[in-house]
């Protein structure tokens, strides 16, 4: 295949023993992968009766709404290369003739979701373009209901899956004859079965001077990302790093503040000008005088700042987060000191017994209104609960050894806690808040602490294959919690340093709840890859049965989201399950 996805993942320039510049580029190589299968498949299927002149009409216009595939062996997965019926099918039916009779494509979906089973394993996947052959109905099982048709079938399968495989390179060129990922994003090329609609999802992304934008797919539920544009206007008379229109005005700025302000500073002027020349001929020079006139700037608009804060008393800068300033400051910690030392002389130092952690929060719920107030944690049990967590005698291998660590780590730390909840039970009291409108109100708390991923291992991107952490943390630099046991943080670390991800918002917010009896539940999916919190209260949406009670599932990692709205990517019931549950 020649779709090959090229990703320049590192650049290190170093200077050769020649002398000359050059780059040592790392290269990630995704090549496309089509993984053919055969097997047998059992399913259900549903219809409605087609209108036709003749109401005597018996054609249905059926889909398959659940199957499940079964693979005898590890030869009937092959690389880029088609199954053959009934060549390639010998082995799983004994038949002494074989029609060879194919289902119609047309009447076949693009995409099927399937249940495969091989190897006394079973897993879930979408099959790409299937083709059915002796399709055959259960009789006994078909059933029509009016203008409706229900049934189950059996019939043999061949499709296939799509991946990528993976391949790290190195390749040392001539500094010269490079394009790096500043100047030039990677070209990335899509498989031929997914093409860009001219539907926009509103996701962009950018590299340097080029932006794309993500699609939705012409013939899947997918997003595709478009082709990368140019967008910077070509420089005319400036290689740096700035338009020579801005270059001209952040001069022509400059130097009138200087002068006005500041005449002993028109040195730096000087300096300013002789490096733009050196910039203008010297373009080897570039990222010197890049970092130089971005420092100089910096100090400019610093010290800018701090004149026309300092020269009127009434003006009062707007502030550069919306955010209450109380809640972006650092966590304040206070020593305790020990109440029974009673020595009268004042220069005789106290025994400090712990300290307290302090922070402030503000937040909104779904209707506007504004909540706000502190809560302390002691330091002690902040280290006590990173301690426990280490010294877990846990090995996450399975789910239920996963369930084992939420539960123990929310165990260990829910007494710990009670300052969050007198700054809950105040805020209710306050507001009157019924048992919705109390709940909503600490999700919301929860939600508006912006996300940040919690790992097992450092936050480099190169030590992870997987995509969503690699562009997660390629993209999102600083919002990572690294070399965390388990990959989470417990309710209290969570609450002092304020990093979470899907577990850990939703562990601190079943401790939450639970404490006030709340029918919650911890709900987690490995084939997401991700947690969310199901809760028993009558609000419309989607919602997750478990004996006879209804769940309504509420995701915790983005802002403003209401109980009961799941994204459709994650919306099928049959992959979540609950990890704990209150009553």
């Known amino acids: 295949m020649d779709n090959i996805i090229i990703n320049i993942i590192d650049e290190v320039p170093f200077v050769g023993e020649d002398g000359l510049d050059y780059i040592k580029v790392t290269k990630e190589i995704l090549t496309p992968r089509k993984t053919y299968l055969k097997g047998t498949i059992t399913g259900k299927y549903r219809g409605n009766k087609i209108d036709e002149e003749s109401d005597k009409s018996n054609y249905f216009d059926f889909e398959i709404y659940e199957a499940e595939v079964l693979c005898n062996s590890l030869d009937d997965f092959r690389k880029n290369k088609p199954f053959e019926f009934p060549k390639d099918f010998k082995n799983l039916e004994n038949k002494t003739k074989i029609k060879g009779t194919a289902f119609p494509k047309e009447k076949l979906p693009p995409t099927l979701l399937v249940q495969i089973k091989a190897n006394d394993k079973s897993f879930g996947v979408n099959v790409l373009k299937p083709q059915l052959f002796e399709f055959d109905i259960v009789r006994k099982l078909h059933q029509m209901d009016g203008e409706d048709v229900f049934g189950t079938f059996?019939?043999?399968?061949?499709?296939?899956?799509f991946d990528y495989e993976r391949e790290e390179v190195?390749?040392?060129?001539?500094?010269?004859?490079?394009?790096?990922?500043?100047?030039?994003?990677?070209?990335?090329?899509?498989?031929?079965?997914?093409?860009?609609?001219?539907?926009?999802?509103?996701?962009?992304?950018?590299?340097?001077?080029?932006?794309?934008?993500?699609?939705?797919?012409?013939?899947?539920?997918?997003?595709?990302?478009?082709?990368?544009?140019?967008?910077?206007?070509?420089?005319?008379?400036?290689?740096?790093?700035?338009?020579?229109?801005?270059?001209?005005?952040?001069?022509?700025?400059?130097?009138?503040f200087l002068i006005k302000l500041f005449p002993f500073l028109l040195i730096f002027g000087g300096i300013y000008l002789v490096l733009f020349l050196i910039g203008s001929f010297a373009p080897y020079l570039k990222w010197i005088f890049r970092v130089l006139v971005i420092i100089l700037l910096i100090a400019f608009l610093s010290s800018l700042a701090k004149t026309c804060s300092s020269s009127s008393s009434h003006y009062t800068p707007a502030p550069l987060v919306v955010d209450t300033p109380r809640e972006i400051n650092p966590?304040?910690?206070?020593?305790?000191?020990?109440?029974?030392?009673?020595n009268p002389i004042d220069t005789v130092e106290k025994p400090v017994r712990d300290s307290i952690i302090t922070r402030f929060r503000s937040w909104k719920d779904y209707s506007g209104k504004n909540y706000e107030g502190k809560y302390q944690i002691k330091l002690s049990d902040f280290k006590n609960a990173h301690y426990y967590k280490n010294s877990l005698n846990i090995t996450q291998s399975t789910t239920n050894a996963y369930d084992g660590i939420v539960f123990n780590l929310k165990q260990f730390d829910k007494n710990n806690i009670n300052s969050v909840f007198r700054l809950f039970d105040s805020i209710g009291r306050a507001n009157k808040l019924n048992k919705i409108k109390f709940a909503e109100m600490i999700v919301s708390f929860i939600q508006d602490i912006p996300y940040a991923i919690v790992l097992e291992d450092g936050c480099d991107a190169r030590l992870y294959s997987d995509r969503f952490t690699r562009n997660y943390l390629l993209n999102h630099s600083g919002a990572c919690d690294g070399n965390q046991r388990?990959?989470?943080?417990?309710?209290?670390?969570?609450?002092?340093?304020?990093?979470?991800?899907?577990?850990?918002?939703?562990?601190?917010?079943?401790?939450i709840l639970s404490h006030y009896n709340y029918d919650v539940a911890l709900m987690s999916s490995e084939f997401y890859g991700h947690s969310i919190i199901g809760i028993n209260l009558p609000i419309a949406g989607t919602a997750y049965t478990y004996n006879n009670q209804r769940y309504v599932m509420w995701e915790t990692t983005a802002p403003n989201c209401k109980a009961g709205t799941i994204p459709n990517e994650i919306s099928n019931l049959n992959n979540w399950r609950i990890s704990l549950k209150s009553k």
């Open 154 to 161: 059996n019939a043999f399968i061949t499709a296939f899956v």
């Open 170 to 256: 190195e390749e040392i060129v001539k500094a010269d004859n490079v394009t790096t990922i500043d100047d030039e994003p990677v070209e990335t090329i899509f498989d031929s079965s997914c093409e860009c609609s001219t539907i926009e999802t509103g996701k962009t992304e950018s590299k340097g001077d080029y932006v794309r934008k993500e699609y939705k797919c012409k013939n899947h539920d997918d997003n595709v990302w478009g082709d990368w544009a140019y967008q910077r206007k070509e420089p005319t008379g400036w290689s740096g790093c700035f338009s020579q229109i801005f270059a001209l005005i952040a001069i022509i700025i400059g130097l009138f």
């Open 331 to 342: 966590p304040v910690i206070v020593p305790i000191v020990d109440p029974a030392d009673t």
């Open 486 to 511: 388990f990959g989470i943080n417990t309710p209290i670390e969570f609450l002092v340093n304020q990093k979470g991800d899907c577990d850990t918002r939703t562990l601190l917010l079943y401790t």
